[in-house]
């Protein structure tokens, strides 16, 4: 999600070095020197670059930071697990390897520090704005991940989300059911609608179905300016957002219009949620409302979810459908197991297809965390505030974690009935699309319940066939996109 953070030197990362060259080269799945003394910082892979502008016009060469994941992929296979790049103003570390970036998180210290993107950072600190979890930082940080954590995280959350899931999904159907000769029109911009309807009908509970036609006119374009959040926030990943500031640039005028409408829409809407509350509502809101924590911070932060609800899970499922049509055989398959489960979320081969989905397009493609102090990483020294970059696209399309690593395979997320291991996944921790630790996803129940709900209920009703002409490569927007839009047309499976 933070490619651009990551290209402009986005909140947090401290002042960057320059990069000693090396031609030291390490093979896949390598990298790591545990049995040894570490190795200086200055003795990691680097690629020759040029001062100051580093290896920008190589990045550039590859098509700019929309291709960013693409090559720092291609560096890894140069260099190995572990390397060190300078691309413009950031150095960082780039890790590949899955037991890297597992220690990466065990690093990570108690308030965990991770990159934002430039121009969100700025509109905060231009405007003063106050932000959800997400642009929380140390105690205040703690404090609200500790409260959501209970009542997010929670062994038995998923049961919770699965009926307002389960309702969205099939109205979505219904919807579908009357589209004009089975193609979905617009499918990004409906997913961005049905992400958005899940994350209000989880928050509100029974009260969604009483109140939703008033919630829904507050919303009407609420899906279309996050969607220009991203859009106008990838379009500043090469120019800093203070010069597109200080020059009036249209990009940042954009930019901040589109924000201070998402904010004011969402608050409007939180603030008429909280008014519908009851001492009987059921919803997460009405559960964040008896915790204890003020009112303003409660809105500060289902605002922030509102807003990131419309778009990472939008895609996820975008990508997921995509593969589906890819693979009509995969998807037979599926549907015929669905058709025979009575609990959807308890089918193994319906994880396995939303699993498979975030290996090959993980949303945020790359997870950055700002060491606390000095450690150890792939067999080197990292000095203390160093910006690490766990390289998800790369792990996840590893032969060495994932046997035929591109082929959409669900299966082989099935566990082994012998030994429980997987049964063609060599090493998991290479595929993390919620990261881990104490700044994992606070949403991945709510995320792998709704789009587990959503794709057995489609699946059930139709067959999905994909219109597009050739493969969609995986662009980035801050975060991943297709190249061009996803066409598919659905087919009803019962006459």
């Not at 929309?66 to 950031?90: A, T, W």
């Not at 997913?191 to 029974?206: H, P, R």
């Not at 009851?278 to 809101?285: N, Q, V």
């Not at 009575?342 to 950055?368: C, D, I, W």
């Amino acid at each position: 999600m933070l490619c651009a953070a990551v290209l402009r030197g986005g909140g947090r990362a401290r002042a960057p070095r320059l990069p000693v060259e090396s031609t030291t080269s390490a093979s896949s799945g390598g990298g790591r020197r545990a049995a040894h003394a570490a190795l200086a910082l200055s003795d990691m892979p680097t690629p020759r670059g040029l001062p100051v502008v580093g290896t920008s016009l190589a990045l550039l060469w590859a098509g700019s930071a929309p291709r960013l994941h693409e090559y720092v992929d291609m560096r890894h296979r140069q260099l190995g697990p572990v390397f060190r790049d300078r691309i413009g103003p950031v150095s960082a570390v780039f890790v590949a390897d899955p037991v890297e970036m597992r220690r990466t998180f065990g690093l990570e210290g108690k308030h965990p520090m991770h990159v934002l993107p430039e121009p969100w950072i700025l509109y905060n600190q231009l405007y003063g704005c106050k932000r959800g979890l997400f642009f929380m930082d140390g105690e205040d940080w703690l404090h609200m991940r500790r409260v959501l954590n209970r009542l997010m995280l929670k062994p038995d959350q998923a049961d919770v989300f699965a009926a307002p899931c389960r309702y969205i999904a099939d109205s979505l159907v219904c919807k579908w059911k009357s589209s004009n000769a089975g193609v979905v029109e617009n499918l990004e911009e409906q997913l961005y609608k049905w992400s958005l309807d899940t994350m209000i009908a989880v928050m509100a509970g029974s009260n969604y179905k009483m109140h939703c036609n008033k919630w829904n006119a507050i919303v009407q374009h609420l899906p279309a300016n996050i969607h220009k959040i991203f859009l106008e926030s990838g379009r500043m990943s090469l120019i800093s957002a203070k010069y597109a500031r200080a020059c009036h640039l249209p990009v940042w005028k954009r930019f901040v219009n589109t924000v201070d409408i998402s904010l004011s829409t969402a608050r409007t809407l939180v603030l008429e949620m909280i008014a519908s509350c009851s001492s009987s509502s059921d919803g997460l809101l009405s559960e964040m409302l008896n915790t204890g924590v003020s009112e303003e911070d409660i809105i500060k932060v289902v605002a922030d979810f509102i807003i990131a609800a419309g778009d990472t899970t939008a895609l996820s499922l975008q990508w997921t459908l995509y593969l589906l049509a890819k693979n009509l055989e995969v998807q037979e398959n599926i549907a015929n197991e669905i058709c025979e489960e009575t609990n959807v979320m308890q089918s193994a081969l319906l994880k396995g297809v939303v699993r498979e989905a975030l290996r090959l397009y993980p949303v945020a493609p790359f997870l950055t965390r700002i060491m606390p102090e000095s450690c150890v990483i792939g067999g080197y020294e990292l000095p203390p505030f160093e910006l690490v970059l766990l390289s998800l696209y790369t792990s996840g399309r590893d032969t060495v974690n994932f046997p035929e690593p591109e082929k959409f395979w669900p299966e082989r997320w099935l566990r082994n009935t012998s030994n429980g291991s997987y049964k063609a996944v060599t090493n998991p921790h290479a595929s993390m699309p919620f990261a881990m630790g104490a700044r994992s996803c606070i949403g991945k129940k709510l995320a792998e319940t709704q789009m587990i709900m959503t794709v057995a209920s489609i699946l059930k009703e139709f067959k999905i066939e994909l219109l597009n002409v050739g493969d969609i490569e995986m662009v980035l927007r801050l975060v991943a996109v297709p190249s061009k839009p996803i066409q598919i047309r659905l087919t009803p499976r019962h006459k």
